[in-house]
């Protein structure tokens, strides 16, 4: 994939495919592209503990909590899910419940079902990785409003991965002041992506003459997530994993 085709992408299925088999995603940035999937229909789920599987989740992406943790909250959404399957139910519902469950396989899970090689895309067959299950799952709820919402699951991408899949955009450490990393944390913590315009102020103060990371904090009209590329950079936060 060329950095034109990553930016001018409308499939999200074949993006999650990329990320995951060949530019080798940092599983922390695909989990966090998958809770944010998962937010737009988090009001739709039928039961509390899928909102709790998704908390959990997206501890698991910052190593909040352990993977055997994870493993025990998924296990009565599982459940639930299994009761489903057995009486043929599904509705729009059931799908918002599915993108949680999705977002939540792990490695060991892998392992189990496809045999060793989280990475490697002959061992899942006629299966997909989670972040491509997620995609599917994520567009479902919507039916014929799929293609509208085919731009956002597209945008989340660019959001959380930006142009670092195909170029180094280095953060100077002199723009890294005490008052930027506060600001940049913060955000990151609390959701405040609002503040994404001050936080370019407080860096352009700083010195950094970025277009890459100005322009991006400033972008009029853009949904920023946790895992945006800016905050992860500013933060040493690896986009890939460790070769």
């Known amino acids: 994939m060329t950095e034109n085709e990553w930016w001018t992408a409308t499939d999200s299925v074949a993006l999650a495919d990329w990320l995951f088999f060949d530019a080798r995603a940092a599983d922390r940035k695909l989990r966090l592209f998958c ?3 998962c937010r737009w229909t988090e009001g739709k789920v039928s039961a509390d503990v899928f909102r709790e599987l998704l908390r959990i989740i997206e501890k698991f992406a910052d190593g909040e909590v352990t993977e ?8 009565p959404a599982d459940e639930i899910e299994a009761a489903r399957f057995d009486n ?3 509705s729009e519902q059931v799908q918002s419940d599915r993108v949680i469950t999705s977002a939540a396989f792990t490695p060991a899970q892998s392992e189990a079902f496809f045999g060793l090689g989280w990475r490697e895309r002959s061992w899942y067959g006629d299966g997909q990785p989670y972040p491509v299950s997620v995609v599917y799952s994520a567009r479902a709820p919507f039916g014929h409003e799929k293609a509208l919402l ?3 699951v597209i945008r989340l991408f660019h959001d959380i991965f930006g142009p670092l899949p195909f170029r180094d955009v280095v953060a ?3 723009w890294l002041t005490s008052d930027v990393l506060a600001l940049t944390r913060d955000i990151y913590e609390e959701r405040a992506f609002d503040r994404m315009p001050i936080l370019a102020d407080a860096l352009q103060d700083a010195g950094c003459d970025s277009a ?3 322009d991006h904090c400033r972008a009029e009209g853009w949904e920023h997530v946790r895992g945006c590329w800016v905050i992860d950079l500013l933060l040493g936060r690896p986009w890939r994993e460790p070769q």
Not at 68 to 75: I, Q
């Open 172 to 174: 100077d450490p002199a």
């Open 68 to 75: 055997a943790e994870l493993d025990a909250a998924s296990r």
């Open 212 to 214: 890459d990371i100005l």
């Open 150 to 152: 085919e731009p956002n």
């Open 88 to 90: 043929l139910v599904w």
């Open 35 to 37: 809770v944010a999937c």
